[in-house]
């Protein structure tokens, strides 16, 4: 099992760039979220997701967007890049929502410039 | 909502104990805690859902006030691993999780 991995492991943009964060969980786990890390201020919800097919916002969803056409990938798009987006992204994932523990995938360091 | 944790920082000597507290202001229906190494992926280490059923690490304990909508993490005899961010994470339905700003913890020899 390689668990949550994400790639890539760091990225630099410039300010109106678009990429995609790949996430992908080989745990057959229904949930799966995003979280943004700013110094200071914890973890962050951008976007998640309860299976494939169903997406839904978190609590700093804008500038991102999200699908899950499979249970194990779950991509983060950033639409066009903000210096304020420069932050460490998490993927997550849990058996299902709630009462299970979740498993954070490596992270990637993203600055824009 | 994020949930409020404290104190932000606690600093140890291996040996001693603490507690690390985090409250919310709305009806939680779980709690779950994770430790964070500079530079690295949270780790879980307890889930405390309404009603005190528990899961989690055999050497941290945590208590859920379910009235107050409070939870604490007990760290006894501490060891130089204990080091790091303790995050607690707070879900108001079975969707959404929220987490606190963290609280520092550095055990010395």
């Known amino acids: 099992n390689a668990g949550v991995t994400q790639t890539p492991k760091f990225q630099v943009l410039k300010t109106g760039q678009s990429m995609t964060l790949q996430c992908a969980q080989d745990?057959?786990?229904?949930?799966m979220s995003w979280y943004r890390q700013d110094p200071g201020m914890g973890l962050r919800l951008i976007h998640y997701?309860?299976?494939?097919?169903?997406?839904d916002q978190g609590e700093v969803p804008n500038g991102y967007n999200v699908s899950r056409s499979t249970t194990e990938d779950f991509p983060l798009r950033l639409l066009s890049a903000a210096p304020s987006q420069t932050s460490v992204y998490f993927c997550?994932?849990?058996?299902?929502?709630?009462?299970?523990?979740?498993?954070f995938g490596p992270g990637t360091r993203l600055t824009v410039t | 909502q994020q949930p409020v944790q404290s104190p932000q920082a606690v600093i140890l000597r291996e040996g001693e104990d603490a507690v690390i507290n985090c409250s919310s202001s709305?009806?939680?229906?779980?709690v779950h805690w994770y430790r964070q190494k500079h530079g690295e992926a949270p780790v879980f280490l307890m889930i405390?859902?309404?009603?005190?059923e528990q899961k989690g690490h055999d050497k941290i304990s945590a208590s859920f006030n379910e009235k107050k909508q409070q939870s604490s993490l007990y760290l006894t005899a501490s060891q130089l691993s204990y080091s790091g961010t303790y995050f607690c994470?707070?879900?108001?339905?079975?969707?959404?999780?929220?987490f606190g700003a963290g609280t520092r913890l550095t055990v010395k020899p």
């Open positions: 997550a994932s849990s058996y299902q929502t709630g009462a299970y523990e979740q498993y």
């Open positions: 745990m057959n786990h229904e949930y």
């Open positions: 997701s309860v299976g494939a097919g169903i997406t």
């Open positions: 709305k009806a939680l229906y779980s």
């Open positions: 405390l859902l309404k009603g005190g």
């Open positions: 994470g707070t879900q108001y339905n079975n969707n959404d999780m929220r």
